[in-house]
C-alpha cells in the first residue's frame, strides 16, 4: 500500500524531471475520506472511488489501483481520470508493468501513469518503457540523481510504449 | 553464427555500464542487499556457498573460437583456471570477485558475449540442439530463431521481474535434442502442407519440485507471429502466475491451476489484440536473422571413399573405433562429420573444463571447424563441420588434450549439477557420487554392452541435473543432517519424453554404485537382444530392478 503523504512539498519525478507534487494520496479506504469530501487533487483508492458512483463525474481526482486488479474491468471508468497510480507492493512483484502497458496501448489512456509504494531506481528504464511517466518514492533519496537512471539503457530490442517500434523495423 | 552490430554493441555496453553503477553503489552501501541482489542475478552472478558464481549466457550453444579464448582469460585471471559446462549450454565461474563482476562483464562484451538474465526471475538463455544447422533428421535450423528470441527476450521491460524463472528451449527436428517438453516454453519449427515455416507450441513443462511435460498450446503458429505469442504468453503468466509461494511460481503449476483449455483462452484473448501489431516478424527481420546461420563454404567430397578410409583406419585401431562409435554424429553434407568432445573423463567433474582446454578447443574450432563450437545440454562440447579426411588427425590432438574419453551417451557420460561441493542450495553432494559411478564402471567394454544410457543427477530437488528425465536419476536429499540418494527409473528428456518413477527409500552415498550395479544386472539379465536400459524397464517396469535393490542379503 502507498503510504498517506499530505505534505504539500513532496517531491517526485514526472516526465523526466523533479516537480513538487500537486497530488496527495489517500492510501487507506478510511469512510471519513470518502463520496464528495474528497479534495481536489486526491488520488483515492479504487475502492473508494467504485463505492460512489457521484465520483465518477469528477475530473479533477486520481485513483491508485492494486497490481492484483482486474484491469479489464475497471479501465473503463478509470481511464477518465487524469491520474492513476499503479501500487508496487515489493518492488520484485512485476505485474504492475503489465497494467500500465494494457492502460497505455490497450485502453489508449493519454494521463499520467504513477507507479507508487516500493519501486527502485533500477527498475525506472523499464517502468518507463512501459507507460509510466511519473514515480514516487519513500525514503530520503536524491531524486535527481535517481532521475538519471529514466536512460540507464538508450536503446532496446522490443517493441515498447515509449518507442512502439521494435529494432529490427528500425535497424540501419 | 550472429554478429552484432552497433545496436546490439550498444544495448551490451550500456547494460555493462549500469551493472558497473549498481556494483559500486552496493559496494558504497548505497544500495541495499535485498535490492542488489536480483540486479546481480539478472547479470548472472549468485553468491554461492564457498564465493560468487557467475554465469554467462551461450545463446543456443553457440560459441566460437574468439569466445573462447576470452573465457580461456577470463578463468587465468579472473578464477581459478577452470569454468564449468551447465546442464543448459552456459559457463559458469565458480570463483569471480564481486568487484571485478563489471569487469568480466566488458570484456565478454568486447567479444559480443553477456551475462544478462542467465539468473533470476525473468526470461533466460534460450536453448536449443548441439546439432543445429547439420543434423540429417532437421526440418527448419532454429538458430535464425533462437537468436530472434533471444533478442526479444533481452532486457524485456515488462517481463524482468515474473514470478519465476522462464526458460525457452527449440528445436528444429523431430528427434529432439533439446528437451523442449521439459521447459517453460517449448518450441518446435516445423512446416505445415503449405510448406510455410511455423511453431509448434508447448507450454508448462518443467523439471524442479513438480516436474511436468509441457502441454501442448498451439499446433501450428505461423513465424511471423512468433514474438507478438510469446508477449501473450507471457503477460498471462506475468499477471496471473503465483507469488505467495516460490515453489508454486512457475508457469506449469499456472496452466495445471487452470487447465491447458482455460490457459490457452487467456493467451489467444491477449493475442487477439497485439497479434498483427509491430512486434509481428517481417520477412526482412528473418531472412536478415537467417543470413548470419548460412552454411559454411563445404568442400565437394566424395563421401564412400573417405568413409572408406576412416573404416580402414577403424578396424586396426581399438581406441579411435570406439570414440568413432560412441564420439562422433552423422553431418548431413557427404565428407562431414561432428565430433563430441568429452568433459566426463573419470575423475573430473561433469562439464569443468580447464583454461588450457578451452585455449586447445579454440585451435580445433578454427583448424577443423570454421571457427566455431557448441556447448551441449549434457555438459560436453561439440565441434560440427570436421571434414572425415582429417577425423583420425582430429581425434590424436583430442586425445592428447583429454577429451576423447570415448563415452559419449553412455552410462558415464552423465548429466551432473555442481552440487553440495559448490551450490548453496543443494541438500547433497553429487559430483562425488558421479565419480565414485564414474571409477566403479571404467570397463569401457562394459560400459559399451550397456549401450546409451542417461543417468543423470541432482544434488536437490531443484533438479538442475535433470534427475526426472534420466533412464536413471539420481536425486541427493537431507534427511537429518545426512546426505542420502533417491533414485528414479524411466525418465526421457527426448520426444518421448517421460519423468522417471521412485525406485523407493534413499541410499547412502557410498552405496551408490552397488546400487547402480546392480540396476544394471537386471538389465542384463532381462533385456532382449538390441534392448537399451530404457526399453527393457518400459516392457518390465519397476518391481524386477526394486527386488534386486531392496532384496534381503
Same mark, same amino acid.
Given at each position: ?40 487533487? @486526491? ?5 473508494? /472511488?467504485?463505492?460512489?458512483?457521484? &465520483?465518477? %463525474? !469528477?475530473? $479533477?481526482?486520481?485513483?491508485? =489501483? ?23 507492493? @515489493? ?5 504492475? /508493468?503489465?497494467?500500465?502497458?494494457? &492502460?497505455? %496501448? !490497450?485502453? $489508449?489512456?493519454?494521463?499520467? =501513469? ?59 | ?553
Amino acid at each position: 500500500m502507498p503510504s498517506n503523504d499530505q505534505k504539500s512539498d513532496t517531491q517526485i519525478i514526472k516526465d523526466g524531471k523533479v516537480i513538487t507534487d500537486e497530488w496527495q494520496l489517500v492510501a487507506s479506504n478510511d469512510e471519513e475520506q470518502t463520496g464528495s469530501v474528497v479534495e481536489t487533487k @486526491t488520488i483515492i483508492p479504487l475502492s473508494v /472511488f467504485e463505492a460512489h458512483k457521484e &465520483l465518477v %463525474e !469528477r475530473d $479533477d481526482i486520481g485513483v491508485w =489501483i492494486t497490481n492484483d486488479v482486474d484491469i479489464h474491468a475497471v479501465a473503463d471508468s478509470i481511464i477518465k481520470l487524469p491520474v492513476i497510480a499503479i501500487d508496487f507492493p @515489493t518492488f520484485m512483484d512485476g505485474r504492475g /508493468f503489465s497494467l500500465a502497458r494494457l &492502460l497505455r %496501448e !490497450r485502453y $489508449d489512456y493519454k494521463g499520467e =501513469i504513477r507507479a507508487t509504494g516500493y519501486v527502485i531506481r533500477d527498475q525506472l528504464c523499464y517502468l518507463k518503457r512501459c507507460g509510466f511517466n511519473a514515480f514516487s518514492f519513500d525514503g530520503d533519496i536524491d531524486l535527481e540523481s535517481t532521475a538519471a537512471s529514466l536512460n540507464d539503457l538508450t536503446e532496446a530490442y522490443q517493441t515498447s510504449v515509449d518507442k512502439p517500434s521494435p529494432l529490427f523495423r528500425r535497424r540501419a | 553464427m550472429y554478429k552484432y552490430d552497433q545496436y546490439d554493441n550498444q544495448i551490451i555496453q550500456d547494460r555493462v555500464s549500469q551493472f558497473r553503477g549498481q556494483t559500486e553503489r552496493y559496494l558504497n552501501g548505497q544500495l541495499k542487499e535485498e535490492e542488489f541482489l536480483p540486479l546481480r542475478l539478472q547479470n548472472g552472478l549468485y553468491v554461492q556457498r564457498l564465493a560468487p558464481m557467475l554465469r554467462i549466457n551461450v545463446p543456443y550453444g553457440m560459441i566460437n573460437s574468439a569466445q573462447l579464448r576470452r573465457l580461456a582469460h577470463i578463468a587465468r585471471h579472473y578464477d581459478k583456471g577452470y569454468c564449468h559446462v551447465s546442464t543448459r549450454q552456459n559457463i559458469q565461474f565458480n570463483w569471480p570477485d564481486l568487484a571485478e563482476v563489471p569487469d568480466i562483464l566488458a570484456e565478454l562484451a568486447e567479444v559480443e558475449m553477456h551475462a544478462t538474465q542467465s539468473s533470476g526471475n525473468c526470461i533466460r538463455n534460450t536453448t536449443s540442439d548441439q546439432f543445429a544447422g547439420i543434423a540429417a533428421d532437421e526440418i527448419v535450423d532454429p538458430r535464425p530463431y533462437c537468436e530472434i528470441v533471444r533478442q526479444w527476450s533481452s532486457l524485456h521491460p515488462e517481463f524482468a521481474f515474473l514470478p519465476r524463472k522462464f526458460k525457452i528451449a527449440v528445436t528444429g527436428s523431430d528427434t529432439d535434442r533439446a528437451a523442449i517438453q521439459v521447459h517453460d516454453v517449448g518450441l518446435q519449427v516445423i512446416k505445415n502442407e503449405a510448406g510455410e515455416t511455423g511453431f509448434r507450441v508447448l507450454v508448462g513443462g518443467g523439471l524442479g519440485r513438480t516436474p511436468v511435460i509441457g502441454s501442448l498450446l498451439r499446433e501450428f503458429l505461423p513465424e511471423e507471429h512468433l514474438l507478438t505469442y510469446l508477449d501473450s504468453i507471457l503477460r498471462v503468466y506475468n499477471l496471473l502466475g503465483r507469488r505467495d509461494n516460490k515453489y508454486k511460481a512457475r508457469i506449469k503449476i499456472l496452466v495445471k491451476a487452470m487447465g491447458i483449455g482455460a490457459f490457452k483462452e487467456k493467451v489467444e484473448a491477449e493475442w487477439a489484440h497485439i497479434k498483427g501489431g509491430p512486434a509481428t516478424l517481417t520477412q526482412e527481420e528473418i531472412e536478415r536473422s537467417k543470413s548470419f546461420f548460412t552454411s559454411p563454404l563445404y568442400e565437394e567430397i566424395d563421401d564412400v571413399s573417405v568413409q572408406a578410409d576412416i573404416d580402414g583406419i577403424a578396424a586396426d585401431n581399438i581406441a579411435f573405433s570406439k570414440w568413432l562409435t560412441r564420439n562422433t554424429f552423422a553431418h548431413k553434407v557427404p565428407g562431414y562429420i561432428a565430433a563430441v568432445l568429452s568433459l566426463k573423463p573419470t575423475g573430473v567433474a561433469p562439464g569443468d573444463i580447464t583454461d588450457n582446454q578451452l585455449d586447445i578447443i579454440a585451435d580445433l574450432a578454427d583448424k577443423y571447424s570454421f571457427g566455431e563450437a557448441r556447448t551441449t545440454h549434457d555438459q560436453n562440447i561439440v565441434l560440427t563441420d570436421i571434414k572425415k579426411s582429417e577425423l583420425f588427425e582430429f581425434w590424436k590432438t583430442v586425445k592428447a588434450a583429454g577429451f576423447a574419453t570415448p563415452n559419449i551417451g553412455t552410462l558415464t557420460d552423465m548429466i551432473c549439477c555442481p552440487g553440495g561441493d559448490f551450490c548453496s542450495l543443494a541438500n547433497a553432494k553429487s559430483i562425488p557420487v558421479a565419480e565414485a559411478i564414474q571409477r566403479r564402471f571404467d570397463d569401457l567394454d562394459y560400459v559399451y554392452d550397456i549401450g546409451d544410457l542417461d543417468l543423470n543427477i541432482s544434488g536437490c530437488m531443484n533438479a538442475c541435473g535433470h534427475h526426472h528425465v534420466g533412464h536413471i536419476g539420481v536425486l541427493g536429499v537431507d534427511k537429518k543432517g545426512k546426505e542420502f540418494y533417491q533414485v528414479q527409473l524411466g525418465g526421457s528428456a527426448n520426444e518421448d519424453a517421460a519423468l522417471g518413477k521412485v525406485l523407493g527409500p534413499a541410499f547412502e552415498q557410498d552405496d551408490m554404485p552397488d546400487i547402480i550395479d546392480k540396476l544394471l544386472n537386471v538389465y542384463v539379465d532381462q533385456r532382449n537382444e538390441d534392448e537399451l536400459f530404457i526399453d527393457t524397464y518400459s516392457r518390465i517396469g519397476l518391481q524386477p530392478f526394486k527386488e534386486s535393490v531392496y532384496a534381503k542379503q
